[in-house]
């Protein structure tokens, strides 16, 4: 894709971001450079040195020229990944190792010799369908699974490791900077594959470009207001996950490192590596990929994910750095933030304002300005007298307020908060061993240290009811600049050699700061609820395994098209690395959009995991009903269409906290084997059921949508019309209406209205819409529990159901042996989508109840199927029989 240039955004709304900082490119890091300008390294494995432990075997390098003695350790795991750790031999000190975000050690597999020779040896394990090849010198590591090779790591010689140097002279504290470099980095070569994704965050598309014409995809956490678009700059948050896919194939690369490192991505072809040499007139070429890593600081510390299958390399990921939260039915609503909601009448003028236009929504947000000035965990006594009396106002009308929690504190001897951080050490240091001082919101600032577990545990206290003054237990939080963002910094965040916990260096862990106030936030949310109730927070700093603490936005993104473009691909790209409770600001945070934009930005989002509309200061007020009764309808409409749609949300999300698939999937996640649609990110689907293509662009009239599956079937949701897979599709589109398709083979759970908020949607009635595929039958599963507690965990108190269609027979049934909640929900009505013929009859049969006939409707335009009016229980068993006439 072409560069696109900075868009013109006016900054004078907020005067704090004049004069913006300009980032780094990787020309601009002393580290990248010594790397990409240094001499080749030869390592050589020792093999006479190889141990096989428990853990799996271990390995001596050493480089002949810098006689740098290395410990290598390569441990397989049960679920099919592959651990490469590499560390000094003896460190002068010991080496960051990132702390708490793998929820686990890994179970390890026996590994035993396969082959040896004076040149490698090859180790094997799982019944010897893996095995992994050490090959002496130069030193490289292959991975076969059946016998073919898969990857490579090492393949090019990038092996880097600098080892600590002893300090010049006496110090207090063995900082960085007295001990010299200690960047690491290593090179993988991925055989076969010509398609790789991840590494968020970066405004760019979904496959990753080959970066030889350019810049690495940098992982640094930083503050970038408005960000370039098709930019690999660092954004808020970082995953070091790669995944790679291919027809037969889909593995993943996770470095696990928190300090600033860049990705160079390289797509070519070469000759096969298996096998006997073919002629040169019928020698094959296949693609491949290498990935080159570096990072600051730090261990190689590296996972390989043999998938097979994308289902399987979710998990694989997921039991590693941990599974999705399942969030309280609530947050998956409709979220309405601005900075700032001007007091408690506004915010009371707000919510009536969604009731007045019988517009769903669930929770309303306050920004900064709602304390006194700029001390988080405090209300301005002018503006927000009465707190607590106005969240329960909200919560007579089952709705939340979310409020901003920052992780700089405000300098001020007489607040008692700064005061208890700094007299319990709860801040971060300088070099010299005072309190870090910097810029931000409040002006003169100290900064938590949320890698300390103290600090955490005392943050986490700072939520209870008791403490927090003015909060009830329907009100949650919201962490912002949490890079973390200092407006006098480098690039706008902390210097490097600021000191944490431990000693450690700011450059060490500086991409983990977010993860550690989101860990703490959650936990104190949870600790205020006596550990029975979900928590909910956003972050806007990320790391691997923030999935497991809550949701993550994309940040300070402007009303413009191109943005509500890249946004698809932004989410994607944190749902394939696990992030999957993910969103973008509606209608873009800074400036104004057109009506139309802002109808298309929510029909988007609507059909997207997190959802709030959230403007700057300066902007517009932008509430669903500013903008005359046609807009309205048609945002009323996208809203009200997302709460009926809940019932198989929140069921995708159960889906995701138990197996690691995300609810929001690229095409080529569900199509593994078409490769017209690896490259597809304009549209995606919803779980395995529902395909969505977002208009983003003005005055469109209509979309092309291509339909994977040659034997699929598709239905346009609006119309029910039946189309078949394998072509791409021109769907007329209007203001009101965005693409959506039900693939044929699924049953898609619906709530038969939308209600005020998540909680009155939790008392209607569903529907049901079964779609068949070519083969007449289809299934799908509804997750129901009480929406709010740990209760599902801790009691087994959630209700699974399958339903399943199949011989004109649709089967309601336990979709768990488990799961004891006592559910009233009942089914109100069933649509059937591909029937061949108008059926004679509709016979229910209900556990412990005679046999009934039931009344339906026939379309025959659709060949669809529609019975009205029934009461059948989901927690019972029961069937609806169909036959056809």
Known sequence: MAEVSQPVVNVSVIPEYEGKEEFKKSENVAFYRRQIQGPNLHHRVLLDTMVLTEKGARFELLEPD?????????????????????????????RYRVPDVLTGEPQCAQLRVERQSKDSVTLSWSAGRHQVCVWRFPFRLEILCEDKVMVTFNSKGKLWLETLQDPPSEVSKYLQTEIGPSSIGSDLCLHGFSHVYGLPEHADGLQLRDTRDGDPY????????????????????????LVAHKPDRTLGVFWLNASETFVHVGYSMSAPRDGQTPPLKTRLVEPQTDVHWLSESGVIDCVVLLGPGPQQLFTQYAQLTGYQALPPLFALGYHQSRWNYNDE??????????????????????DIEHTEGKRYFTWDSALFPEPANLQRHLEERKRKLVVITDPHIKIDPGWWLSNEARDGGHFVKNRDGQNYEGSCWPGNSNYLDFSSPDTR?????CFSLDKYKGSTPSLFVWNDMNEPSVFDGPEQTMPKDAVHYGGWEHRELHNLYGFYQH?????????RSGGSERPFVLSRSFFAGSQRLGAVWTGDNVASWKYLSISIPMLLSLSVTGI????ADVGGFVQDPEPELLVRWYQAAALQPFFRGHSAKGTKRREPWLFGEKVTAAIRTAIQQRYCLLPYWYSLFHLAHTSGLPPLRPLWVEFPGEQSTFAVDHQYMIGGALLVSPVTKPRVQEVRVLLPGSGEVWYDVHTAKAHKGGQTLSVPVTLDTVPVFQRGGSVVCRSTGSGSCTAEQQQLPLSITAALNSEGLADGELYLDDGHSFGYRDRKAFCLRRFSLLSGRLLCRPGSEEGTFACGAVVQSVSVLGLRSK?????????????SFAAFEWTETCCMLTVNKLKLRVAMDWEMEIHEG
Not at 347 to 366: E, M, N, S, T
Not at 457 to 461: E, K, L, P, Q, V
Not at 519 to 527: E, K, P, Q, V
Not at 580 to 583: K, R, S, V, Y
Request: contains cysteine.
């Open 580 to 583: 999957a409770f993910c969103g």
């Open 839 to 851: 059926p004679s009859t509709v016979v229910l049969h209900v556990s412990g109840a005679k046999d």
């Open 218 to 241: 940098r992982l640094y956490n930083l503050d970038v207001f408005a960000y370039d678009l098709y930019s690999r700059l660092g954004l808020y948050g970082s995953v070091p996950l």
């Open 519 to 527: 860990m703490a936030t959650a936990d104190g949310l949870i600790t």
């Open 457 to 461: 545990a005392w943050y986490s206290r």
């Open 66 to 94: 810098t006689q740098a003695a290395l410990l290598l350790c390569v441990s397989p795991c049960k679920n099919d990944t592959v651990r490469i750790l590499i560390d000094e031999l003896q460190p002068i000190k010991a």
């Open 345 to 366: 009448a506004d915010v009371k003028a707000v919510d009536a304002g969604f009731d007045r236009h019988d517009i769903p929504y669930d929770v309303i947000w306050l």
